[in-house]
Nanobody, 124 residues
Framework: QALLVESGGGLVQAGAPLRLSCLAS????????MGWFRQAPGKEREFVAT????????TIADRVKGRFAISRDNDKNMVYLQMNNMTPEDTAVYYC?????????????????WGQGTQVTVSS
């Protein structure tokens, strides 16, 4: 059974860093592009970052560019989202997602598998 499990969410103060992790299982992780999305209360799910199967092809959403970074460890079947200098506007449920192929995408429709999400709350 293919599965994505996020961890690392929580409550942080504005300006603090936080790193999210996503453990993949049940599919060929090293051949799959990965992404992070988020959804704030009352808003649509939005793209955050994506990375290709080899760790390149990184795209970061303009809204978080310069503060967030995505990386992966294919030996551990893990993908990470490092978030720095966080603001209350970053408060959301963050989702890890597996793409339909090797290449990354900023479109949710191009992802075949989603984690359950992890809540991130940034206090001012």
């Amino acid at each position: 059974q293919a599965l994505l499990v996020e961890s690392g969410g929580g409550l942080v103060q504005a300006g603090a860093p936080l790193r999210l992790s996503c453990l993949a299982s049940g599919f060929s992780f090293s051949d799959t592009g990965m992404g992070w999305f988020r959804q704030a209360p009352g808003k649509e799910r939005e793209f955050v970052a994506t990375i290709n199967w080899r760790g390149g092809g990184i795209t970061i959403a303009d809204r978080v560019k310069g503060r967030f970074a995505i990386s992966r460890d294919n030996d551990k079947n893990m993908v990470y989202l490092q978030m720095n200098n966080m603001t209350p506007e970053d408060t959301a449920v963050y989702y890890c997602a597996a793409a339909r192929g090797q290449f990354p995408s900023d479109l949710a429709i191009n992802y075949k598998l989603w984690g359950q999400g992890t809540q991130v709350t940034v206090s001012s």
